[in-house]
């Protein structure tokens, strides 16, 4: 009897791959529905879409531009243009905007293509702002070899020409989704959880992708045929199993598990050469930026950054802070030769001015000016609070009666900030940036408050490129100053830069 239960038993194992098959075949009618030829993993894929688009839109702007050059000399009514090599630098002015501003409006997502309006009336956008953009330059460089009407003809012919290539990309898309093919990605998920729900319906919403689930396994929960409009095929012990009977390309986890079941689960799918998932969901807020880096040992760490962490721009601006530092300690020196001798002789006290401020993330330093202000000045504070002409967290008068005659000159040019060159090199400060407050500012606070201490303070920021007399309220201040977080580049530095000089020459300092 024995012998007839292991032989059952032993019979069992050995038809369960077949049963599962067959329960895959019958349960779900689209196990190897439509996918793209060339299935790719879905961050590969999209990738993988935008540089095809930016290389189709360069091909576009290229053809248009000999085309348009073409028309342009064989009008009969029009004069001779100059050759064309004369003209190449204005192809490369051309091939730099278009890219980069249907990049910046989404066109390079695939997710767009999904919807002909969105999709046209972003190409129109980019196109009437990358005309624009194009003539005022070509007015400004005064570039009057360059004929207007073969400008205005190349904006027609790549106007027509773009159209026509988006309905083409739309239509390849839509005919690779709407074929068969059995190269597609086959997803195996593993947990019934509503982490899997979502990673189906973003599967749904994305085709494109090239991945399709084509079933769920369930951890504890009830062996129900259907889930998400797909087959349960079994519990995690089944796992094996489904991979030897089926066609799988990667295995999604979708639910907490003991570690053990995940090292087991990643041995797996390594011996069969299958690809293993892990589902993370992270909750994130606006504007913050996804990143996954290995720490090693098999350690993985997901962030969400709402900060400025790219390597590379970040160590240029290092560099420019430390060049700058550099130059503005020389002038620093060469200006303290001439401002502390007026400083002593119109107050008494020392010419430089120490402050504790709060840095990033609520570091200490001390920051140092050239005193503007009666020796007193801090002691008279507290009997001017009510004259405070700011709104908020940050205190300062119209007319400070603690200001002396030569720190009015001072700030009007801001060279009461010269000193700060000194805590630029020190890495205290850098070049642009929000400007640092005072910790009984920070003390009142609210938690939203201290994102504007979340990067390095700065010489100059938003407030200080605007005059800081503009603007009077400190949720506005606080507003300026996240939005230059959030959309922060080196040429946005540059912007800010170039803002304060301006801001300068009008004496627009308090």
């Given at each position: ?344 002789l119109t107050s008494p006290g020392t010419a430089l001015f120490k402050h504790t401020r709060v840095g990033q993330n609520g570091r200490l330093f001390v920051l140092y000016k050239f005193r503007t202000m009666r020796a007193d000045a801090e002691a008279q504070k507290a009997a001017l609070a009510a004259a405070n002409t700011m709104r908020g967290h940050v205190f300062k008068l119209r007319q400070d009666p603690r200001i002396t005659g030569v720190g009015r000159v001072l700030r009007r040019f801001y060279l009461d900030e010269l000193p700060q060159f000194w805590n630029v090199l020190k890495g205290d400060m850098s070049l642009v940036g929000p400007r ?75």
């Amino acid at each position: 009897m024995a012998a007839t239960r292991t032989a059952r038993s032993r019979s069992a194992r050995e038809q369960r791959p077949q049963r599962l098959l067959r329960a895959v075949e019958a349960g779900s009618a689209r196990a190897a529905a439509a996918v793209p030829k060339f299935g790719v993993g879905p961050k590969r894929q999209e990738l993988l879409f935008a540089q095809s688009v930016l290389l189709a839109d360069l091909g576009v702007l290229v053809a248009s531009f000999f085309l348009a050059y073409v028309l342009r000399t064989q009008a009969w009514w029009s004069s001779e243009l100059l050759p064309l090599r004369e003209f190449v630098w204005v192809l490369g002015l051309i091939i730099v905007l278009w890219p980069m501003l249907a990049r910046s409006v989404g066109l390079t997502d695939s997710h767009t293509y999904l919807w002909p309006r969105r999709m046209f009336l972003l190409t129109a956008r980019v196109h009437v702002i990358g005309g624009l953009a194009l003539l005022s330059t070509l007015y400004m460089l005064r570039a009057v070899e360059v004929s207007r009407l073969f400008m205005q003809t190349f904006l027609v012919v790549s106007g027509v020409a773009f159209v026509g290539e988006r309905a083409l990309i739309r239509r390849l898309m839509v005919r690779s989704t709407a074929g068969r093919s059995p190269y597609g990605r086959r997803t195996l998920v593993v947990g019934t959880t509503a982490a899997a729900a979502q990673f189906q319906r973003l599967l749904i919403m994305r085709p494109h992708w090239g991945s399709e689930i084509a079933g769920f396994l369930t951890i504890d929960g009830p062996l129900d045929q259907i889930f998400c409009d797909k087959p349960i095929l079994g519990r995690l012990r089944d796992l094996e199993a489904l991979l030897d009977a089926m066609i799988v390309d990667d295995v999604v986890l979708a639910a907490p598990l003991e570690e053990a079941e995940v090292n087991q689960m990643v041995q797996t799918c390594a011996d069969r050469g299958l690809t293993f998932h892990t589902l993370v969901h992270v909750p994130a807020p606006p504007q913050a930026r996804p990143y996954a880096e290995s720490l090693g040992n098999g350690m993985y760490l997901m962030s969400l950054e709402r900060t400025p962490q790219s390597v590379v721009p970040l160590l240029v601006k290092r560099v420019v802070d430390v060049i700058g530092g550099l130059i503005g300690v020389l002038l620093f020196g060469v200006a303290y030769l001439i401002v502390a001798p007026l400083i002593k002789l119109t107050s008494p006290g020392t010419a430089l001015f120490k402050h504790t401020r709060v840095g990033q993330n609520g570091r200490l330093f001390v920051l140092y000016k050239f005193r503007t202000m009666r020796a007193d000045a801090e002691a008279q504070k507290a009997a001017l609070a009510a004259a405070n002409t700011m709104r908020g967290h940050v205190f300062k008068l119209r007319q400070d009666p603690r200001i002396t005659g030569v720190g009015r000159v001072l700030r009007r040019f801001y060279l009461d900030e010269l000193p700060q060159f000194w805590n630029v090199l020190k890495g205290d400060m850098s070049l642009v940036g929000p400007r640092p407050p005072l910790p009984e500012e920070v003390a009142a606070y609210a938690p939203y408050h201290r994102r504007r201490l979340s990067v390095r303070p700065g010489i100059t920021g938003p407030w200080q490129a605007r005059g800081n007399g503009v603007v009077a309220d400190f949720e506005d201040i606080v507003r300026m100053e996240c939005d230059y977080i959030d959309q922060w580049s080196l040429w946005l530095d540059v912007v800010m830069m170039l803002r304060t000089f301006s801001t300068v020459a009008r004496m627009a300092g308090q």
